[in-house]
């Protein structure tokens, strides 16, 4: 908890100061902060090589996802996941000018009044009229002109502010944009066709995965629709703790829809699953209230995430429930009267419907690694010297060797063996003396970059959460020309543009 201020309230590592989703030490892991250091340095390696990653080693990408993706990465990494960063690439400008035109009154109306109910226990959030509700309010409607067919829906928001709590505004929306697109198609549209025929696939799949709760849900004519409609069209966001919703939406955005409907199956069968647990919801409204006050247990992170990855629920058993379900939709309701795109089951799939081309996936700025997970090769080399627009002789002559200075941050006797053979490269611009005195202070901060600890405020810094009240909104672009630390890390001059923070 971070408290130290006389009159502010403490905030926790996600940025909470209070409410059900503040963070407690009992719901979520602590990861020691050398594996962490690796984690991080193995995604920057994939999203560096996202295509191949993708096409050849995609099951070690899944791993990796249901481990959790680094704090500090995870924004770019549901960027590449969900396709995101391709969207953006392709359509160039696209959301400053859905951002510049005045919107539809009717739709904005009705956002700017669902601004405030959007976790407002969040920094980011709490401050009415604050950057983060104006960022909310820009990407919410920035969707209703680019999808004026479909709209707006309320269940929207709380998807778009887990996203802004990690990333840019234009960022979040092409996030937003692909999750609506080809994670839940037809989940915001008007009628809710789309989240009744998922909630009658859930019932089906109950029936496998737990006869017991299927049975009790059965004997007191308990709608699937009555439960499980904030669970899916919020994706979790609003009913487990935030540890957890973060593990299951890396898991969402790698695997797809799958994932939410495991979720869903694990709750109930946790809740409903034996006889013992029935004796406390003898009827329908005694199983309603167990439902939305989902035990604690049943949602820690370590306890949900694996019951989660050993639940065998399979694309393939989605699909062919959802043509039963269909079937049996048209004999009773007729056609459906919202024709949706068809579901698109994770990153894998989604790159494979509409693969990229490698200028769509480089990285803005690019980081170039050198460690021994990712050892760099002379084409590498020669393909980010000519992305500089030098050559290696024009870079000898501007670029003096880097001198060794300590680290002001952290003590001397805890080295990281991995760091001690890596090299982070970016633009060969210096800086002048004076330049570098301007932004000293700035310049602190980048250290999450280098090494933190879980849990201070400067990881949440590195997690993208760039709202910190502290910090000024404005866009800002440091250049460092000399930074080596006694992990023997070599920055040569990094060029770092940052909304807020990143």
Known sequence: MNGGVPGEKPVDKYGFTGGA?????????????????QREAKWLEMLNSW??????????????????????????AWLYLTGGKVRRE???????????QPGDPKWVDIIERDLHRQFPFHEMFAARGGHGQQDLLRVLKAYTLHRPEEGYCQAQAPIAAVLL???????????????????LPGYYSAGLEAIQLDGEILYALLRRVSPVAHRHLKKHKLEPILYMTEWFMCAFSRTLPWASVLRVWDMFLCEGVKIIFRVGLVLLKSMLGSQEKLKAC????ETMELLRAIRPQYMEEAFLVEEIIELMVSEKDIEKEHHAQLRHWKETHGDLHCKSPPRVHGAKAIMAAEPPSRQDLRQRPTFIVESPLAPQTDRVR??????????????????????????????PGDPSPFLNHMTVKASKESLSSAEQRKHSDRSKHLKCFLHLKPGSPTEMCCNAWYGRNRFKQDTKKVQIQKLQTNYKVQVLSLSVIFYGII
């Not at 989703?21 to 250091?37: D, F, K, N, W």
């Not at 392709?90 to 510049?100: C, H, I, V």
């Not at 290696?392 to 060797?401: F, L, N, R, S, V």
Request: proline residues 7%; contains cysteine.
């Open 282 to 285: 003898q009827g329908l409204y």
């Open 382 to 411: 020669a393909e980010a010297s000519k992305e500089n627009g030098k050559s290696k002789a024009e870079q000898q002559k501007t670029i003096k060797p880097p001198q060794e200075t300590a680290n002001p941050y952290f003590p």
């Open 165 to 183: 709590m990690h990333m840019p505004a234009e960022d979040a929306f092409w996030v937003l944009v692909q999750i609506c697109e080809k994670y």
């Open 51 to 76: 295509d191949k990653w993708m096409a050849k080693k995609h099951k070690k990408m899944k791993e990796r996802c249901q481990k959790g993706v680094p704090p500090s990465l995870r924004g770019r």
């Open 90 to 100: 392709q359509n160039q400008g696209k959301f400053q000018e859905l951002d510049n």
């Open 21 to 37: 989703q503040q963070h407690c030490g009992e719901s979520a892991e602590e990861i020691p902060i050398e594996v962490l250091r």
